[in-house]
Protein backbone atom coordinates (compact mmCIF):
# COMPACT_ATOMS: atom_id res chain seq x y z
CA UNK A 1 0.00 0.00 0.00
CA UNK A 2 1.40 2.82 -1.49
CA UNK A 3 0.61 6.41 1.17
CA UNK A 4 0.16 9.45 -0.47
CA UNK A 5 -0.01 13.13 0.92
CA UNK A 6 -1.81 15.04 -1.76
CA UNK A 7 -3.09 18.04 1.14
CA UNK A 8 -2.51 21.26 0.02
CA UNK A 9 -1.28 20.49 -3.71
CA UNK A 10 -3.13 22.73 -6.57
CA UNK A 11 -4.59 20.96 -9.46
CA UNK A 12 -3.87 18.67 -10.88
CA UNK A 13 -0.75 17.72 -8.73
CA UNK A 14 -3.22 15.24 -6.60
CA UNK A 15 -3.88 13.36 -10.15
CA UNK A 16 -0.60 13.33 -11.37
CA UNK A 17 1.02 11.76 -7.93
CA UNK A 18 -1.87 8.72 -8.51
CA UNK A 19 -0.75 8.37 -11.47
CA UNK A 20 3.36 8.44 -10.70
CA UNK A 21 2.51 5.97 -8.08
CA UNK A 22 0.62 3.94 -10.33
CA UNK A 23 3.16 3.99 -13.08
CA UNK A 24 5.66 2.74 -10.97
CA UNK A 25 3.48 -0.34 -10.30
CA UNK A 26 1.45 0.20 -6.76
CA UNK A 27 -1.53 -1.99 -6.71
CA UNK A 28 -3.46 0.08 -3.81
CA UNK A 29 -3.16 3.73 -2.60
CA UNK A 30 -4.10 5.57 0.17
CA UNK A 31 -4.58 9.29 -1.04
CA UNK A 32 -5.01 12.53 1.12
CA UNK A 33 -6.53 15.42 -0.36
CA UNK A 34 -7.92 18.72 1.43
CA UNK A 35 -10.67 19.51 -0.89
CA UNK A 36 -13.39 17.63 -2.54
CA UNK A 37 -12.69 18.54 -6.04
CA UNK A 38 -9.26 17.35 -5.90
CA UNK A 39 -11.09 13.96 -4.03
CA UNK A 40 -13.55 13.77 -7.56
CA UNK A 41 -10.80 14.14 -9.91
CA UNK A 42 -7.98 11.45 -8.21
CA UNK A 43 -11.79 9.33 -8.22
CA UNK A 44 -12.05 9.45 -11.79
CA UNK A 45 -8.58 9.19 -12.79
CA UNK A 46 -8.66 6.06 -10.61
CA UNK A 47 -11.74 4.51 -11.84
CA UNK A 48 -10.37 5.02 -15.75
CA UNK A 49 -7.61 3.04 -15.16
CA UNK A 50 -9.93 0.35 -13.78
CA UNK A 51 -9.18 0.89 -9.76
CA UNK A 52 -12.25 0.87 -6.89
CA UNK A 53 -11.46 3.83 -4.61
CA UNK A 54 -13.24 4.39 -1.35
CA UNK A 55 -13.41 7.83 0.28
CA UNK A 56 -13.93 8.84 3.97
CA UNK A 57 -13.55 11.89 5.81
CA UNK A 58 -14.02 15.69 4.62
CA UNK A 59 -12.52 18.45 4.28
CA UNK A 60 -9.78 19.15 4.76
CA UNK A 61 -8.62 15.44 5.53
CA UNK A 62 -10.13 13.04 2.89
CA UNK A 63 -9.09 9.43 2.47
CA UNK A 64 -9.71 7.62 -0.87
CA UNK A 65 -8.29 4.19 -0.07
CA UNK A 66 -7.81 2.47 -3.93
CA UNK A 67 -7.12 -0.53 -5.52
CA UNK A 68 -6.08 -2.19 -9.00
CA UNK A 69 -9.60 -4.17 -10.02
CA UNK A 70 -12.24 -4.42 -11.81
CA UNK A 71 -13.63 -1.25 -11.14
CA UNK A 72 -16.86 -0.53 -12.49
CA UNK A 73 -14.53 1.62 -15.31
CA UNK A 74 -16.13 4.51 -17.03
CA UNK A 75 -17.28 3.70 -20.68
CA UNK A 76 -19.29 4.71 -23.39
CA UNK A 77 -20.78 2.47 -25.89
CA UNK A 78 -18.04 1.96 -29.26
CA UNK A 79 -19.42 3.86 -32.03
CA UNK A 80 -21.56 6.02 -30.87
CA UNK A 81 -19.45 8.82 -30.54
CA UNK A 82 -16.73 10.68 -32.78
CA UNK A 83 -13.44 10.44 -31.84
CA UNK A 84 -13.19 14.08 -31.71
CA UNK A 85 -12.53 16.79 -29.00
CA UNK A 86 -13.31 20.31 -28.41
CA UNK A 87 -11.08 22.70 -26.87
CA UNK A 88 -13.39 26.08 -26.13
CA UNK A 89 -11.73 28.87 -24.46
CA UNK A 90 -14.17 31.30 -25.18
CA UNK A 91 -17.83 31.69 -24.56
CA UNK A 92 -18.40 33.72 -27.71
CA UNK A 93 -17.22 32.54 -31.03
CA UNK A 94 -16.21 35.45 -33.84
CA UNK A 95 -14.80 39.06 -33.37
CA UNK A 96 -15.72 41.32 -30.91
CA UNK A 97 -19.18 41.85 -31.10
CA UNK A 98 -20.80 39.98 -27.78
CA UNK A 99 -24.06 39.61 -28.87
CA UNK A 100 -23.38 38.40 -32.50
CA UNK A 101 -20.60 35.83 -30.67
CA UNK A 102 -22.43 34.23 -28.46
CA UNK A 103 -25.70 33.37 -31.46
CA UNK A 104 -22.64 31.84 -33.26
CA UNK A 105 -21.09 30.34 -29.94
CA UNK A 106 -25.44 28.44 -29.49
CA UNK A 107 -25.79 28.09 -33.08
CA UNK A 108 -22.60 26.35 -33.43
CA UNK A 109 -23.13 23.59 -30.73
CA UNK A 110 -26.94 23.32 -31.66
CA UNK A 111 -25.54 21.89 -34.48
CA UNK A 112 -22.73 19.75 -32.64
CA UNK A 113 -25.77 18.19 -31.07
CA UNK A 114 -27.72 17.46 -34.05
CA UNK A 115 -24.71 15.48 -35.60
CA UNK A 116 -24.99 11.53 -35.78
CA UNK A 117 -21.89 11.11 -33.80
CA UNK A 118 -21.12 14.20 -31.29
CA UNK A 119 -17.41 14.33 -30.28
CA UNK A 120 -16.51 12.50 -26.89
CA UNK A 121 -15.23 15.62 -24.87
CA UNK A 122 -15.82 19.28 -25.35
CA UNK A 123 -13.17 20.83 -22.70
CA UNK A 124 -14.01 24.16 -21.30
CA UNK A 125 -11.07 26.62 -20.46
CA UNK A 126 -10.78 30.19 -19.78
CA UNK A 127 -14.14 31.89 -20.65
CA UNK A 128 -15.25 29.14 -22.33
CA UNK A 129 -16.14 27.89 -18.75
CA UNK A 130 -19.02 30.25 -18.65
CA UNK A 131 -20.83 28.06 -21.53
CA UNK A 132 -21.50 25.85 -18.41
CA UNK A 133 -23.77 28.02 -16.48
CA UNK A 134 -27.28 28.08 -16.88
CA UNK A 135 -27.68 31.43 -18.00
CA UNK A 136 -25.53 31.30 -21.03
CA UNK A 137 -27.67 30.82 -24.12
CA UNK A 138 -25.50 27.35 -25.48
CA UNK A 139 -26.12 25.57 -21.85
CA UNK A 140 -28.98 23.79 -23.18
CA UNK A 141 -26.85 22.74 -26.23
CA UNK A 142 -24.00 21.60 -23.76
CA UNK A 143 -26.52 19.59 -21.49
CA UNK A 144 -28.06 18.12 -24.82
CA UNK A 145 -24.66 17.08 -25.87
CA UNK A 146 -23.56 15.76 -22.67
CA UNK A 147 -26.75 13.47 -22.54
CA UNK A 148 -25.56 11.93 -25.75
CA UNK A 149 -22.39 10.99 -24.29
CA UNK A 150 -19.84 13.57 -24.80
CA UNK A 151 -17.77 14.38 -21.81
CA UNK A 152 -18.31 18.02 -20.84
CA UNK A 153 -14.96 19.33 -18.93
CA UNK A 154 -14.89 22.06 -16.94
CA UNK A 155 -11.21 23.26 -16.20
CA UNK A 156 -11.64 24.16 -12.08
CA UNK A 157 -8.46 26.65 -11.96
CA UNK A 158 -10.77 28.63 -14.91
CA UNK A 159 -13.91 28.30 -12.84
CA UNK A 160 -12.36 29.37 -9.45
CA UNK A 161 -10.41 32.15 -11.20
CA UNK A 162 -14.09 33.11 -12.42
CA UNK A 163 -15.55 32.72 -9.30
CA UNK A 164 -18.21 30.45 -10.65
CA UNK A 165 -17.11 26.85 -9.80
CA UNK A 166 -20.24 26.47 -7.27
CA UNK A 167 -22.47 27.51 -9.98
CA UNK A 168 -21.14 25.26 -13.14
CA UNK A 169 -25.00 23.35 -14.28
CA UNK A 170 -23.29 20.95 -16.88
CA UNK A 171 -19.85 19.75 -17.26
CA UNK A 172 -17.64 18.25 -14.21
CA UNK A 173 -15.10 20.24 -12.47
CA UNK A 174 -11.94 18.95 -13.92
CA UNK A 175 -8.36 19.28 -13.92
CA UNK A 176 -5.34 20.36 -16.77
CA UNK A 177 -4.31 16.30 -16.68
CA UNK A 178 -7.63 15.17 -17.49
CA UNK A 179 -8.62 17.88 -19.84
CA UNK A 180 -4.91 16.91 -21.90
CA UNK A 181 -5.20 13.35 -21.52
CA UNK A 182 -9.17 13.97 -23.38
CA UNK A 183 -7.27 16.08 -26.06
CA UNK A 184 -4.87 14.42 -26.69
CA UNK A 185 -6.45 10.69 -26.80
CA UNK A 186 -8.76 12.21 -29.53
CA UNK A 187 -7.96 11.27 -33.15
CA UNK A 188 -8.71 14.75 -34.00
CA UNK A 189 -8.95 18.42 -31.84
CA UNK A 190 -10.79 20.99 -32.76
CA UNK A 191 -9.98 24.75 -31.15
CA UNK A 192 -12.23 27.33 -30.55
CA UNK A 193 -10.75 30.28 -29.11
Keep these: MKNIDARGQACPKPVMMAKAAIDEGARA ?5 DNSVSAANV ?3 LTKQGWTTEESGQAPEIVLKSRKGEGAEERIREGTLDDQSLLIAKATLGGDDQVL ?15 ERPPKTIALMNKGVLLSLKSHS ?7 LRDRGTAVLVCGT ?4 F ?11 SNMFEITEALMAASRQLCLG
Excluded at 29 to 33: E, G, M, N, Q, R
Excluded at 101 to 115: D, I, N, P, S, W
Excluded at 158 to 161: I, P, T, V, Y
Design 29 to 33: LTISV
Design 43 to 45: TRF
Design 138 to 144: AHESLEA
Design 101 to 115: GEALMKAFLGTVAQR
Design 163 to 173: GIADAVAVGIL
Design 158 to 161: CANH
